[in-house]
Structures are given as structure tokens and as C-alpha cells.
């Protein structure tokens, strides 16, 4: 059986490269983009970074972009812009993409968060006893 990921899916023109990112609630978002931007980021995203597919759209195999390709993509060479972090960048997706609910498993990035508790973060051999 599959797991479920949704994304914010975005394109910046018709020629350009899909871009997205993973989205843990869908509700906290969803009241994100309506207005409440005093929603932390970090309420419903578990990973902080933009991917895109090696193939065309969002069903291939998954890579997150370079910060080159972020400035390069988001901001251009506008001088005005201060913030060309991927930060900036994903509130761009988040903002002007559409969520996309479904089978995104094929990525192999949905163990987004760690810290909050999502698989398992010791080591390599660390469950078995293997350190002395």
C-alpha cells in the first residue's frame, strides 16, 4: 500500500520547470493561504525545501533544487529583491501554487520531519547493540 503526500504544485510560466513542496496539514495551510499569515511556515511543512522532477510534472523521481536554481527561478536578477532564500522562494509556491492530494510516494521524501517524531532517527545499527 502507498503512502499519501500532498503538495503545492507550481509553475512559474507554460515552458518552466514544475516545482513543489510537500505539505503535512492541509488544513493549517489552507487557513495559511485564506489570510491567517501569522500561521508558522513550520505548522504544516515538515521539510523546508523546493523539489522538482527529473522528468516533466510531478511524477517522476524527485530532487530538491540548488539555491542557484532558487535565485535563478524565483527572483531573476531583480536587484530590488533583499530575500532570495528558499524561504522566500517556497512562500512564492505556497502562494501562488495549487495543493495536490494523492499518491506522491514515488518521491521517497515523506519522512519530512524527524524531530516531530516521523521514522526513525538513530543510526545505522544503533537498535542492534553494535556500539561499545
Do not use: C
Not at 500532498?6 to 505539505?23: G, M, R, T
Amino acid at each position: 500500500m502507498s503512502e499519501v503526500a500532498n503538495a503545492v504544485l507550481y509553475k512559474p510560466n507554460e515552458h518552466a520547470d514544475e516545482y513543489q513542496v510537500f505539505v503535512d496539514d492541509v488544513a493549517e495551510y489552507e487557513a495559511w493561504k485564506g489570510g491567517a499569515k501569522d500561521i508558522a511556515l513550520s505548522r504544516f511543512l515538515g521539510i523546508f525545501s523546493i523539489f522538482k522532477s527529473a522528468t516533466s510534472g510531478h511524477t517522476g523521481s524527485l530532487g530538491a533544487i540548488s539555491k542557484q536554481e532558487v535565485e535563478n527561478v524565483f527572483f531573476g536578477d531583480d536587484k530590488n529583491v533583499k530575500d532570495k532564500s528558499v524561504e522566500a522562494a517556497i512562500v512564492i509556491i505556497l502562494e501562488n501554487g495549487k495543493l495536490h492530494k494523492g499518491d506522491l510516494a514515488h518521491s521517497n521524501k515523506l519522512n519530512k520531519n524527524p524531530s516531530r517524531g516521523l521514522g526513525d532517527t538513530r543510526a545505522p545499527g544503533a537498535a542492534q547493540g553494535s556500539h561499545r
